[in-house]
């Protein structure tokens, strides 16, 4: 596993304790993702921790603050594969201060209903982030949420 490019995403929510939306961050650049949907975030950089990175991420990116929740678990040991050379580990992020707006490499920010699963799905991700939506809607459905509380 070394030698990968270690990246960070946001899966930005409304409520941590009770997500209903989520906020999702078009492309603008490079030009093979632009118009497409992503998980806000970026490249850790060499001595950071991931969390810190994150954090730093979506300040650069969104102009946000945000307290982090539980790490959505990757396909591997060092996350989700987003191609032969990087991995991506992802994190329930709620927005604490600030005003989300598309400052760094997104045209576009829009608040998606997590129960529309349909909806959520038919956004045109980027290839590699499809997974991931797909295991995160999983992880938050009410059956999910209703057995971590109980």
């Known amino acids: ?35 497409m949907w992503e998980f806000p975030g970026g490249k850790i950089e060499p001595g ?3 969390e810190a990175a994150l954090h730093r991420e979506l300040r650069e990116e969104l102009g946000i603050g945000v307290r982090l929740g539980s790490e959505l678990p990757g396909e591997t040991e060092a996350g989700w594969p987003l191609n032969a050379r990087a991995t991506m580990r992802v994190w329930l992020a709620e927005i604490t201060d600030g005003e989300p707006h598309p400052l760094e490499d997104h045209d576009e920010l829009r608040w998606v209903g997590l129960a529309d ?26 059956e999910a949420l209703t057995s971590r509380t109980s």
């Open 117 to 142: 699963h349909a909806g959520v799905l038919g956004l045109p991700w980027i290839p590699a982030d499809y997974p991931i939506v797909q295991a995160l809607l999983r992880s938050i459905s009410p």
């Open 48 to 50: 950071e921790a991931p």
């Open 1 to 35: 596993m070394t030698g990968l490019i270690q990246v960070v995403g946001g899966a930005v929510v409304d409520s941590l304790t009770e997500p209903a939306r989520m906020l999702v961050a078009r492309r603008s650049a490079p030009e093979q993702f632009a118009g």
